[in-house]
């Protein structure tokens, strides 16, 4: 079984910069989709970025273009760089990986083909 782990969280003020790894344990990479999610206190997980097998990465339209996702498949890392970060964006941010051959159009966020990373806290100060 894949174990996703993720790193890099912690606080920033507003307006900076914070970028995620997220170690798979697994060196496949192809046909599986790859993405990040956050949650907050009493709100659903929401996708924030997603990519799979090269293809154009999702990103979440609420981000407007201050994410980006990218994957290193010779260090099985997929990272998340977050830039103008907004109070907003403050949460536990997870990565997952979907089954095999399921493209991320085929997921939704409580899907069960997912695998999850156990989340790394983002804080986020005015």
């Known amino acids: 079984q894949v174990h996703l782990l993720e790193s890099g969280g912690g606080s920033v003020q507003e307006g900076g910069s914070l970028t995620l790894s997220c170690a798979v344990s697994?060196?496949?990479?192809?046909?599986?989709?790859m993405a990040w999610f956050r949650q907050t206190p009493g709100k659903e997980r929401e996708r924030v970025a997603a990519?799979?097998?090269?293809?154009?990465?999702y990103y979440s339209a609420a981000l407007k273009g201050r994410f980006s996702v990218s994957q290193d498949s010779s260090k099985n890392i997929l990272s998340l760089h977050m830039t103008s970060l907004e109070s907003e964006d403050s949460g536990t941010y997870y990565c997952?990986?979907?089954?095999?051959?399921?493209?991320?159009?085929?997921?939704?966020?409580?899907?069960?083909?997912?695998?999850w990373g156990q989340g790394t806290q983002v804080t986020v100060s005015s």
């Open positions: 997952a990986r979907g089954d095999l051959g399921t493209s991320c159009s085929q997921l939704t966020s409580r899907d069960d083909r997912w695998t």
């Open positions: 697994e060196s496949k990479y192809l046909y599986y989709c």
């Open positions: 990519l799979y097998s090269g293809s154009i990465p």
